[in-house]
């Protein structure tokens, strides 16, 4: 009766027996315990590499379980790291190391062996371990449970430290190159990144040394800051920490989880995307996300890459705060957006060795690019296709060249929008292949698709019903289990039919939330905050390097393209053959007032110099958006890239605009001097600036639009407004409102110039008023070229703006800690 009794009360009150190097813990079920140096932990260790709050021991649903809360240096158990772990009979932890770390050794009493130490009252006890000495202070102590205590979770890296460095020297300086004290191997850390100064017994001070992407303290990026042990120093991929009179660095090296809390995202006007979504992504995971159009897969992508926070909730990488350290981890991040992010004239090597120069800092030599567009181009299968345009790769292969960019900086988290549109099946299979080996390779990839034919090379899926909530999230093959269905079609067929039922509820009940959900996400809580709004992001290179760098691939693109290449010599030579043609009487000369063709062969030169300009710059940033924005979040300036476009293209204008003029005028007399120097001369200058004014127009109308197809009828629109406003064809002066309408427009100014130039007023023959913008003085002359400059600088300036309100934006949230 006795034994059954005492059977009966294991089983209700199971005791955990926990061992340190100094005393034995009993400890019964019902409270969180926490580990630790702490003095006020429940279980003391004193090993110095173990953290304050190291670890927490609970009775949970499968017995007692040991979990670490994002020590410093970790929890390992025969020789591996674990985050969490089931106890069944008698297992035994290192805290702090692998191999001679403290030990923790946790075993449970069985029924046959009376559990020692409960006093009569059955209060659970600490009592002396009589396998260790202890010294002579060391007393009995009562441990009541209670309610579960809250565990804050540390912001600190939860890998363990690649080098610990012990501080000796007054200052220690951080950087890629050899001659550092710290000298780390990351082509994303300048050669000479930063100091480590020592200002005081225990007291250290960080300054930055003017590197391209920046060193961050706890996610914010600074100058200088004064350290305490509890900062985090970020630079590139690494983590760096004080302990005591040591600098321990730890690597990001793609080994990293992501814990989804609860996020849910609200439109300004309330309506709810994504409503209370959790799930964790374990290290070296493909993760599959799918779901019904509308259903807020896309919304997700943006919350989980940080891009566009969720209103409530947080993200976790790797235990730290996603959104409020968005600054430091963003490099970290890599995004594949459906389009592709390369120009697709130029080879595959070239194509990655331009995004290298813009992505890495100004300081990394063309060797050190080189070898890492060739490590990815090996790790991704591309090699043999290197000198290959990318437009004649195939689907497969071409998205792979954009996952290369992305993995030119090394992320750790890799996101992709629809990798398998569009593909053929066979495609559709390679590439998802891909993906599982680059995520077993050694980093976390989440993929957005609509396609479920290879849904099995993922190692978790998560299905999204409408209203942006959660309806699955585990192994792929369980998925048509959860939903009771044969196919995904008829899934989504049900969510359309029985757009009622709680999708998202049902789940929640199964245990199969339990069992790929619930037990991997933290349990953090905390006060709502605001999320900080992020600096732009850091420039890689200087103005001057981006620009040349763009101005090179753009050159390259163009001479890439031999049919666009064609037409951009052709056009001025068919257009300055009709204008040849017109008639003109006595060409530019004349008795005064007897030559009334010479307005009209100025007009028809005046609207080519428009069409021209026009017309080589109103596709070419509309075509590129996809290009830019990925560009831009990577820390391209919008003034440089605007400026290389004007730049190319301006001087392809003016060259043009030239033609135009000298085949134009074949065979014209032409007065013997104009205002201040020849009248071909004049004339050119006239139309070059004309031409260079249309040509910002055509960016301001491209980098307006969204898409390249409405582009043509609005060149129509404009180039025949051009050509009304010129004053050749409608006499302006005098003309309410075409005469004002005519000031906005470079054709009027442009076309004045011309004017001012032949005397035009006096040589042809018309009736009412004289043009004032036509006076054959320096000053009129000025005046019109001058506009015309001016207007141009005004549509720069209205593109510039367009393009700055293009770059990605990351908004500010109020974030839940969970």
């Known amino acids: 009766m006795a034994d059954e009794l005492s059977s009966r009360e294991f089983r209700e009150a199971p005791i955990l027996v926990v061992q340190t190097k100094e005393r034995v813990y009993r400890l019964r079920a019902g409270g969180a315990y926490n580990i630790g140096r702490d003095p006020s932990a429940d279980i003391v260790v004193t090993d110095p590499r173990a953290s304050s709050l190291h670890a927490v021991l609970e009775r949970g ?144 001070r960080i300054v930055d040394l003017g590197s391209h992407n920046g060193t961050y303290v706890n996610g914010a990026r600074v100058d200088t800051a004064d350290l305490s042990e509890s900062d985090l120093i970020g630079v590139g991929h690494t983590t760096f920490r004080l302990v005591g009179d040591e600098l321990r660095e730890f690597v990001d090296t793609g080994d990293v989880s992501v814990s989804v809390q609860n996020i849910t995202v609200r439109t300004p006007d309330g309506k709810v995307l994504l409503d209370g979504v959790s799930f964790p992504i374990s290290q070296r995971s493909l993760v599959g996300v799918i779901g019904p159009s509308g259903a807020g897969k896309s919304t997700l992508l943006g919350a989980i890459t940080g891009l566009q926070p ?186 359309d039919n029985d757009e009622d039922r709680d999708w998202a509820g049902e789940f929640r009940t199964s245990p199969r939330f339990e069992n790929y959900v619930a037990v991997g996400l933290t349990d953090d809580v905390g006060p709502a905050e605001e999320v900080r709004p992020p600096a732009p992001p850091p420039a890689p290179q200087s103005k001057l390097s981006q620009l040349s760098t763009l101005c090179r691939r753009y050159l390259a693109v163009i001479a890439s393209d031999r049919s666009y290449l064609a037409l951009l010599g052709v056009m001025p030579l068919l257009l300055g053959g009709l204008i040849a043609a017109v008639p003109s009487g006595a060409g530019f000369t004349g008795t005064p007032g007897t030559n009334t063709d010479a307005p009209t062969k100025l007009m028809v030169l005046a609207f080519a110099a428009c069409f021209v300009g026009t017309g080589n710059a109103i596709r070419e940033i509309v075509k590129e958006q996809t290009i830019y924005r990925r560009e831009r979040a990577a820390g391209l300036s919008a003034g440089v890239y605007l400026m290389s476009k004007l730049l190319v293209l301006g001087v392809i204008t003016v060259v043009q605009a030239a033609v135009l003029v000298v085949i134009g005028t074949i065979g014209e007399s032409m007065p013997p001097k104009g205002i201040f120097t020849m009248v071909e001369l004049e004339l050119v200058l006239a139309m070059a600036m004309l031409g260079i004014t249309s040509l910002a127009l055509g960016l301001l109308v491209s980098v307006s639009v969204n898409t390249s197809e409405k582009t043509l009828p609005l060149l129509i629109v ?98 839940a800690r969970l």
């Open 310 to 495: 969720a209103t409530e909730g947080t993200v976790r990488y790797d235990g730290r705060d996603l959104y409020t350290d968005y600054d430091e981890l963003r490099h970290r991040i890599g995004l594949v957006p459906q389009e592709d992010i390369l120009h697709n004239q130029l080879p595959t090597r070239r194509a990655l060795l331009y995004a290298a120069e813009l992505r890495f800092p100004g300081d990394t030599r063309s060797e050190e690019r080189e070898q890492r567009v060739d490590e990815v181009l090996d790790e991704l299968g591309l090699a043999r296709h290197a000198d290959t345009r990318i437009d004649r790769l195939s689907g497969g292969q071409r998205k792979r060249v954009s996952v290369a960019l992305e993995l030119l900086t090394k992320p750790s988290l890799l996101f992709l929008d629809e990798p398998t549109s569009g593909l053929d099946p066979g495609l559709d299979k390679t590439v998802m292949e891909m993906l599982s080996e680059l995520a077993h390779d050694g980093r976390t990839v989440i993929v957005v698709t609509h396609s479920v034919a290879n849904l099995d090379s993922c190692d978790r899926l998560l299905v999204l019903v409408p209203g942006g909530r959660l309806a699955y999230y585990g192994p792929p093959e369980e998925g048509l289990q959860q939903f009771a269905q044969r196919t995904w079609a008829e899934v989504f067929q049900e969510f």
């Open 61 to 204: 649903a499968d017995g007692w379980e040991i979990e670490d809360v994002g020590s410093l240096n970790g929890t390992f158990f025969a020789g591996h790291r674990v985050d969490r772990m089931v106890i069944d009979h008698e297992e035994t932890f290192q805290l702090g190391h692998a191999v001679d770390g403290e030990k923790l050794a946790c075993s449970l009493p069985t029924p046959s062996r009376p559990e020692p130490g409960l006093d009569a009252g059955g209060d659970t006890m600490v009592v002396p371990d009589p396998g260790y000495a202890l010294d002579d202070e060391a007393t009995v102590t009562k441990i009541h449970p209670g309610l579960p205590r809250k565990v804050s979770r540390s912001s600190s890296p939860a890998a363990h430290p690649s080098t610990v460095v012990r501080i000796t020297s007054p200052t220690l300086r951080i950087g890629r190159a050899t001659d550092n004290d710290i000298a780390v191997p990351d082509l994303m850390i300048s050669r000479h990144h930063a100091e480590l100064h020592t200002i005081g017994a225990g007291r250290y």
């Open 718 to 815: 404009l180039s025949m407004a051009q050509l009304v406003l010129t004053g050749g064809l409608v006499r302006l002066p005098g003309t309410p409102g075409l005469q004002q309408l005519s000031f906005l427009s470079p054709s009027r100014w442009g076309y004045g110039a011309g004017a001012a130039t032949l005397d035009l007023d006096t040589l042809s023959p018309h009736t009412g008023a004289a043009d004032p913008l036509w006076k054959h003085t320096i000053g009129t002359w000025l005046v019109d070229m001058g506009v015309v400059a001016g207007l141009g600088v005004v549509f720069l300036a209205l593109a510039w703006y367009r393009l700055y309100q293009l770059r990605p934006r990351r908004q500010g949230a109020r974030v």
